[in-house]
């Protein structure tokens, strides 16, 4: 995914995020549960995709040494809570594929931002390049089926690499400790409220354009409500995945 692109959607749902993200807030205190006890006080921490702060809070309460944030773009939440930190957190801002991550670390973590990269051998080819032997890599992704109803009515949603994809390009470098799949199925009123949804969360901008007209979005309406719904309303599904791995510890030679 382009990196102007990426910013410009979230910059347009950052005062929208918060409240809508409520499938990303479950997922970030998941994997937080999942990994709280591999982040111990004094590690070095850097966290790709920082967002709004869903899950540096969590890593900030853990006493890090030094905690490097990244992301494409400083959010204002994020921006008000750094605000009040001591100089041990520091914000990266950039395309992370490309910025210079600094340190080695101990640990490198992520909450619902891997599915946006298209290089995920580059990506881990890096994550194990800028951590110590033995470090740990902790991330939530997405799997296919995520916005399924989104993707079979409308043409939405992005290529998500499955769990064997996810096993296969990180065993090279890493040793898997824990592969977890999950669903989560958020419930709207109204088809209108899933695409509020998805705008507000920066999703919709960043995908595939949609050519929406009249007739396209009556029958989408119409076919979201007659196939996509419930007892508790309109329905919209998540598949996240967790991932906790270890760096291995000689790895292959790759300039990441």
């Not at 939405?156 to 040793?175: I, K, N, T, V």
């Not at 050519?211 to 998540?238: H, I, P, Q």
Request: net charge positive; with cysteine.
């Amino acid at each position: 995914m382009d990196v102007t692109t990426l910013q410009r959607c979230f910059r347009r749902a950052a005062a929208t995020y918060d409240a809508q993200a409520q499938a990303q807030k479950t997922v970030a205190a998941h994997l937080w549960c999942m990994i709280a006890n591999h982040i111990q006080p004094g590690m070095r921490l850097l966290e790709i995709g920082a967002g709004t702060g869903m899950l540096t809070r969590h890593l900030f309460a853990a006493q890090p040494s030094t905690l490097t944030l990244n992301d494409v773009y400083l959010s204002p939440q994020l921006a008000r809570y750094l605000h009040g930190l001591p100089h041990t957190a520091v914000f990266l801002e950039g395309d992370a594929m490309a910025v210079d991550w600094g340190r080695p670390y101990d640990a490198i973590v992520s909450a619902s931002t891997f599915q946006w990269f298209s290089d995920l051998d580059g990506l881990f080819a890096r994550c194990a390049h800028y951590m110590r032997p033995g470090g740990v890599l902790a991330f939530s992704s997405f799997l296919p089926g995520t916005l399924g109803e989104l993707t079979r009515l409308a043409g939405l949603g992005l290529r998500y690499a499955d769990a064997q994809e996810l096993r296969h390009r990180l065993s090279p470098l890493f040793d898997i400790l824990t592969l977890e799949e999950t669903s989560i199925v958020l419930h709207f009123a109204t088809p209108r409220d899933v695409l509020t949804h998805l705008r507000e969360t920066g999703v919709t901008g960043c995908g595939k354009p949609v050519a929406w007209n009249t007739r396209r979005y009556a029958a989408f309406v119409r076919d979201y409500a007659a196939t996509c719904s419930d007892e508790k309303g309109m329905r919209l599904t998540y598949r996240p995945v967790y991932v906790l791995a270890q760096r291995i510890a000689t790895m292959p030679e790759r300039k990441p």
